[in-house]
């Protein structure tokens, strides 16, 4: 148990998992928003039309739902470095305190592990208009599929465990729209 570690994931590891985990949790993290400003070149897109997943951007007040897996010790070096090489294409590995929903009970955080995309990684595209985002979504596909399947799976994800997020459900109205 002291050797088990938290993951936090508010991006594809919200709705597509493919680690063994002990325990899945909704969780939050505060003072992070999630934005679609990180390019994707190896899931959902390719080199020279990189489509756009989610990264987590410093916001003061702002709190991000996700979801939270509890990786047990012996399978927790394995899990790290099967994530290492999923989110290769920009984010790092970041500690920071987490909370298992729906309500904490005045707890403190748990000791969490995120992987962020700042702008200084190659692929990150960074801010842009919703609907020149939503236009790139469309337009995008990679390995992993469609861009716009992310982003719809994804926003029916926080709409199950009863999460808002302004910006995905805004990008998501806009791919729809097409």
């Given amino acids: 148990m002291d ?31 999630r934005r679609f400003w990180q390019g994707s070149t190896d899931h959902r897109g390719v080199p020279g039309a990189p489509g756009r997943v989610v990264t987590l951007v410093a916001e003061r007040g702002a709190i991000c739902w996700g979801m939270a897996y509890r990786i047990g010790g012996a399978e927790a070096a394995a899990v790290r470095a099967h994530l290492d090489h999923r989110e290769k294409g920009g984010y790092r590995l970041e500690r920071l305190p987490l909370f298992l ?60 465990m009863g999460a808002e997020d302004a910006h995905v459900f805004a990008i998501e109205r806009l791919v729809l729209q097409g």
């Fill in 101 to 160: 929903g729906p309500a904490t009970d005045g707890a403190g955080g748990l000791d969490g592990l995120a992987y962020i995309a700042t702008a200084g990684n190659p692929n990150y595209l960074g801010p842009a208009a919703n609907e020149a985002i939503a236009r790139q979504i469309r337009a995008s596909r990679g390995p992993s599929g469609p861009n716009d399947e992310y982003v719809l799976r994804l926003a029916a994800a926080l709409r199950a």
């Fill in 3 to 33: 050797d088990d570690l938290w993951i936090f994931g508010y991006g594809s590891l919200v709705w597509r998992p493919d680690f063994p985990f002990l325990d899945r949790r909704a969780a939050f993290i505060e003072g992070w928003s």
